[in-house]
């Protein structure tokens, strides 16, 4: 599997929108990023992936380095609801998803 | 759409006693993942499923575990007997095809005392 390296943790003020990095520097070409949150006592939960292209849907907004060695995502207006853990997740071929730390995202009023 | 149902949400046994955790996926998804979560560990991928035949069990902790999945429909997590080590969260999956996006339940909340 490729590795990533998340932060620890961070803060985001409610409304602003929050920046996540991720490095995974030993990405294969044909390797995509995942990314999950998991909400206090709740299931984790898919919020979005790609490849190559950035990519946006309801929930973020995900920005790929052009040497794909790193990502972004975004949570474009940060609620209180978006206080969770967020994995950053490169599987391998067949889709084993295995979750590290992530970052634990907290959004202040 | 239901989602996907785990049962018990919560189980409180004694050490030594059989745990038996069931998962009923999303209809059509035709994998199934079953993870443990601690504050320790984590969550770790136990073991899973591709069309209801076991793929990759490497990450079951030792004999005392086993996973079933008789039909597409349903699939159970027994633990026999059980130790308060095993006191975690244990979350079911799935997914449908070749995609990374999996879709969890809520989670059964496991204490061995």
């Known amino acids: 599997d490729a590795k990533t390296t998340q932060p620890t943790s961070m803060d985001c003020a409610e409304g602003r929108a929050a920046n996540l990095p991720c490095n995974h520097s030993t990405i294969s070409g044909n390797e995509y990023v995942y990314w999950y949150r998991q909400i206090h006592s709740q299931g984790p939960q898919y919020i979005i992936h790609?490849?190559?292209n950035n990519e946006t849907n309801e929930m973020a907004s995900l920005i790929i380095t052009e040497d794909r060695k790193s990502s972004t995502l975004i949570l474009p207006h940060a609620t209180l609801r978006d206080t969770a853990v967020y994995y950053c997740?490169?599987?391998?071929?067949?889709?084993?998803?295995?979750f590290g730390a992530g970052t634990t995202v907290t959004v202040r009023a | 759409d239901a989602g996907v149902i785990q049962s018990p949400r919560h189980e409180v046994t004694e050490m030594g006693q059989e745990v038996t955790l069931r998962c009923k996926p999303i209809?059509?998804?035709?994998?199934l993942f079953w993870y443990r979560q601690t504050m320790m560990r984590g969550l770790e991928l136990l073991i899973y499923f591709n069309n209801n035949v076991p793929i990759d069990d490497s990450g079951m902790p030792e004999d005392r575990f086993s996973a079933k999945m008789p039909n597409a429909s349903f699939s159970t997590l027994k633990i026999q007997p059980s130790e308060p080590r095993d006191s975690a969260v244990y979350f079911c999956a799935g997914k449908q095809g070749n995609t990374g996006e999996l879709f969890f339940g809520e989670g059964s909340r496991l204490t061995v005392l």
């Open positions: 790609g490849l190559k």
């Open positions: 997740i490169v599987p391998p071929f067949e889709f084993k998803l295995s």
């Open positions: 209809s059509g998804h035709n994998s």
